[in-house]
């Protein structure tokens, strides 16, 4: 195998946005970068594909429009607590868009090969040992040494082990059932049933009714696509926040929520993945090695790890680019660097608003929040969690 400079492990959103920025930003290091990926596009990835406004900005600074994916778009977004709360609606434009992860990252991966970037599919890193003059890294096909790596394998990948094998893995846990928009046996007895799904076409809900039970997450409810055929995709989100106390089981809320609309979770399968969230106390880099997207951390608050891919790309191309005129792999300023982005400052925001909200599962406390503060909550959320892609 011939040697790359620059060898990202991990073909997702944060390896080829770190991939795209850099040749976007540094064309002459179009060559040296190699993508080692362990599956085949248009691969699965277990997520609920809801892209918010921050994902499209930055795919737009790179110069590509989000719409050429299949997408279902939601005017508004709920933010509920036991079906009545917040209504979040953007005049004029989408609230929320909804992909499929095989269509997006598939997508994205044409976009970086058309601008020049090597992908190579099939190769699963199984070990990386970086030392002063560069990285070794085992693959399924093979062993080599690069200059530079960046660890964009995901929640679960190797990158981060490898070289953090002891730090503590703060992760969430999380279900998702896909399912048509009408059940596929209907109870009429359900008292949100109806025909064209209980009225909630067209919006993306989050209901936190889980948190007093020491769920410390939600249910959602999105409107998708699979084959341009209307679907629903329901799922439940932990961050384990509360993991020292009693909980039923993670299935237990999502089937009493989709029983509300005369879906049987039962009837359909049902799929788990973890997503490791963003601490400030979470190691970013050692010397030679960077991590991005969800080995990094993704946001705690939601679990939203997209557009967060994306924004680490951003900032790690910046943080190599510099590395190279300088000539210094010590990378030790990385996680400042993170920090003090406008991605950074939204995740330590969410990270210390999910410490709060969670912590706080009394019921009271939760309907105080959703449904009497509501103006407060979406002023916050609008000035200090979203928003954050135009300022990266
Ligand atoms: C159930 C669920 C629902 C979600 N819903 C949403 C949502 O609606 N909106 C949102 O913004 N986020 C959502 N997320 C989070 C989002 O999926 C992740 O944050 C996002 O995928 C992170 O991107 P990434 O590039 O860091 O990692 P990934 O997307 O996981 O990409 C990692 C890539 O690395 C490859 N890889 C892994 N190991 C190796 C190896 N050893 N060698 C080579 N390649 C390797 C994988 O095949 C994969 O292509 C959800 C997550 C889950 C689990």
């Not at 002459?28 to 406004?53: D, N």
């Not at 609008?382 to 954050?388: H, P, R, S």
């Amino acid at each position: 195998m011939p040697q790359p400079d620059i060898l990202v492990i991990g073909g997702g959103p944060a390896g080829l946005s770190t991939a795209l920025h850099l040749v976007q930003d540094a064309p002459h290091l179009t060559s040296r970068i190699l993508i080692l990926e362990k599956a085949r596009y248009p691969r699965s990835k277990l997520c609920a594909g809801g892209l918010v406004l921050d994902a499209e900005v930055i795919l737009q600074r790179l110069g590509l429009d989000v719409s050429e994916v299949p997408h279902v778009d939601a005017d508004n977004i709920h933010f509920d607590f036991e079906s009545k709360g917040l209504n979040l609606h953007i005049p004029r434009r989408h609230a929320l868009r909804i992909i499929r992860r095989d269509e997006f990252d598939n997508w994205l991966a044409e976009k970086a090969r058309e601008r020049g970037i090597e992908i190579r599919e099939d190769v699963t890193v199984r070990n990386m040992i970086p030392d002063g003059a560069g990285v070794t890294v085992e693959t399924s096909q093979g062993r080599m040494r690069a200059n530079i790596v960046i660890g964009a394998d995901g929640s679960n990948g190797v990158a981060r082990r490898c070289i953090f094998p002891n730090a503590p893995a703060h992760t969430a846990r999380l279900l998702e059932i896909l399912t048509p928009t009408r059940p596929h046996r209907p109870s009429d007895t359900t008292p949100n049933f109806s025909e064209n799904g209980g009225g909630r076409e067209g919006g993306a809900y989050f209901d936190f009714f889980p948190i007093p039970d020491n769920i410390a997450g939600y249910v959602w409810d999105f409107p998708t696509q699979i084959n341009g055929e209307a679907m629903r995709c329901w799922g439940i989100y932990d961050t384990n926040l509360l993991a020292t106390e009693n909980r039923p089981q993670l299935k237990d809320p999502l089937a009493k929520e989709m029983s509300r609309f005369g879906f049987n979770l039962d009837d359909y399968e049902i799929k788990g993945h973890p997503i490791r969230w963003f601490s400030p106390r979470n190691q970013m880099s050692v010397p030679r090695v960077l991590l991005v997207g969800d080995t990094a951390g993704a946001d705690p608050l939601f679990g939203e790890g997209i557009s967060i891919a994306l924004g680490y790309g951003v900032i790690a191309a910046r943080e190599i680019e510099d590395a190279l005129q300088r000539n210094d792999f010590s990378f030790y300023k990385y996680k400042l660097r993170v920090l003090k982005s406008a991605l950074g400052q939204t995740l330590i925001v969410r990270w210390f608003i999910a410490s709060v909200i969670y912590a706080l599962k009394w019921r009271w406390f939760q309907i105080l929040l959703w449904r009497v503060m509501k103006p407060v909550v979406a002023f916050a959320g609008w000035l200090f969690v979203v928003n954050w892609g135009k300022r990266l």
